[in-house]
């Protein structure tokens, strides 16, 4: 399985960015998508997550700024980013909870990550 992750880049504060990304693989079923972001310094954080049917879970820190959508037959997941701080700063991390076709549970999976970073 491959998580690909794209949108990431230089915005300045108050602006907004899409990150995308998409798994790829022999994928059996996918329970939730999500990110996570890991500043410098610190621990990585889940931001947001959305299930396979449609329920979704927020940092409070992004609450009312970021929201987060799939596309199930894409395989894909969504995270719109608005009114960005520079304490959005850090790699963004795709993960997604899936199962593959032999195996018997679902496990998480980890994408490469993409740098954001809001500065002005």
């Known amino acids: 399985v491959q998580l690909q992750a794209s949108g990431g880049g230089l915005v300045q504060p108050g602006g907004s960015l899409r990150l995308s990304c998409v798994a790829s693989g022999s994928i059996f079923s996918i329970t939730r998508m999500g990110w996570a972001r890991q500043a410098p310094g610190k621990e990585r954080e889940l931001v947001a997550s959305?299930?396979?049917?449609?329920?979704?879970n927020y940092a409070d820190s992004v609450k009312g700024r970021f929201s987060i959508s799939r596309d199930i037959t894409k395989n894909t997941v969504y995270l719109q980013m608005d009114s960005l701080k520079p304490e959005d700063t850090a790699v963004y991390y795709c993960?997604?909870?899936?199962?593959?076709?032999?195996?018997?549970?679902?496990?998480?999976?980890w994408g490469q990550g993409t740098q954001v970073t809001v500065s002005s």
């Open positions: 959305i299930t396979d049917g449609g329920s979704t």
């Open positions: 993960n997604s909870f899936l199962r593959r076709p032999w195996d018997n549970r679902s496990r998480d999976y």
